[in-house]
């Protein structure tokens, strides 16, 4: 057998250890490249990442690569588990560990975090994220021309709030945000930029979007982990028995759907027209554009014993005259919601979105949502 048959075959042997079966980086399944200076095994996207630091990092294919026995026995007595340990010993609770799901920069900031910056290595260390106080200057897309013009920003955890101000020297804020009510996630193809933040917020009970982005992977990311921590230091005041596992879903979370629909009015004679939806846990609201900074409508949805309830196809004699034909019909208290897709795939998928909500319970804080929803509405 040639050395490399061998190594091949002994690779793969050391891939049934433990941990070895997904990628130390992102947890995609079955990992078919390997770090043979870091001891880690990872997916072909997350190799692209280490290969921008090769003075750290030397990627090779697990199967079409040469390998030195001497590389296949280090693989062999580190490993993924082995090597987590040592860089990610001191990850903190709030900072974000992305997933294969998650966009490029997340990915490459976790990456390099870990090895090239060694972050986590220290249990002493102390973070950027904590310091208790962000200030500088974001690129922010204008409301209402969509151009992006610089603005300060300013993050407290004292006052827990988030600012932005149009001008740097600027004495009075344009939007005073509470970090309780932000929600940030990556929209790198809906904003057209790699490193793209939706931060959605609540302002008079309304939904309010900004969107924004840095030059800088490492910036944009560090705001985004520092908003976490702020809103992770409110949260054990407001709620003090309460554990980080508690807690941490709280946090800022990635929305659980996106994408057009068409929808018709109240009294569901009016056309369908389309629209932008995002399903955000058990909000979901429509807007006329994906970048508009207000949505045009949000239906709550509550748990299915309580008369909420989501079913394929619209009522008997809706007069349909969209060029949808794949309908969804939402049934709450109050009134019936009519929807329709484009695909039936996407019908099933929004379907499937729907009924995980009104299947799961709601909590003391979501009931009040709900009420607040019927008093607004």
Not at 217 to 230: H, L, Q, T
Not at 246 to 266: D, S
Not at 327 to 340: K, S
Request: hydrophobic share 30%; with cysteine; net charge neutral.
């Amino acid at each position: 057998m040639s050395t490399n048959g061998r190594a091949t075959r002994d690779l793969r042997e050391i891939l049934q250890k433990p941990g070895n079966d997904a990628c130390a980086d992102c947890g995609a399944p079955d990992p078919t490249w390997g770090s043979c200076s870091l001891g880690v095994f990872i997916c072909l996207a997350c190799s692209g990442i280490h290969r921008n630091f090769p003075d750290i990092s030397k990627v090779k294919s697990l199967s079409l690569s040469h390998w030195e026995d001497h590389e296949v026995q280090f693989m062999a007595e580190n490993g993924n588990e082995l090597m987590k340990s040592k860089y990610e010993a001191a990850v903190p609770v709030y900072y974000y560990k992305p997933t294969h799901k998650d966009c490029q920069v997340l990915r490459e900031q976790w990456i390099r975090a870990k090895y090239e910056r060694k972050e986590f290595s220290n249990p002493g260390n102390s973070f950027t994220y904590e310091e208790g106080m962000r200030d500088g200057v974001l690129m922010k897309r204008g409301r209402d021309n969509g151009q992006f013009l610089s603005r300060r920003f300013v993050l407290s955890e004292r006052e827990g709030t988030l600012k932005y101000f149009t001008k740097y020297d600027a004495k009075e804020p344009k939007a005073v945000i509470k970090v309780d009510t932000i929600n940030a996630t990556f929209q790198p193809e809906k904003i057209g930029n790699p490193n793209g933040l939706q931060i959605t917020y609540l302002k008079d009970y309304s939904t309010r979007n900004i969107f924004i982005y840095h030059d800088s992977g490492k910036e944009i990311v560090d705001w985004f982990n520092s908003i976490r921590a702020v809103q992770l230091h409110y949260l054990k005041v407001a709620f003090p028995g309460a554990t980080d596992a508690e807690l941490i879903p709280k946090l800022t979370r990635n929305f659980l759907k996106e994408g057009y629909m068409e929808k018709t009015g109240p009294r569901q004679t009016e056309g369908f027209k389309k629209r932008w939806f995002t399903l955000d846990h058990r909000r979901l609201m429509y807007f006329k554009d994906p970048l508009d900074a207000f949505a045009k409508g949000e239906v709550f949805l509550g748990n299915r014993d309580h008369g909420y309830n989501a079913s394929p196809g619209l009522p008997a004699g809706t007069h349909c005259n969209g060029t949808w034909q794949h309908g969804i019909t939402i049934e709450t208290p109050d009134r019936c919601f009519l929807f329709t897709c484009e695909t039936e795939s996407d019908q099933q998928d929004w379907l499937k979105h729907f009924n995980d909500v009104l299947s799961a319970p709601m909590s003391p804080q979501e009931y009040t949502m709900e009420a607040l929803f019927k008093h607004r509405h």
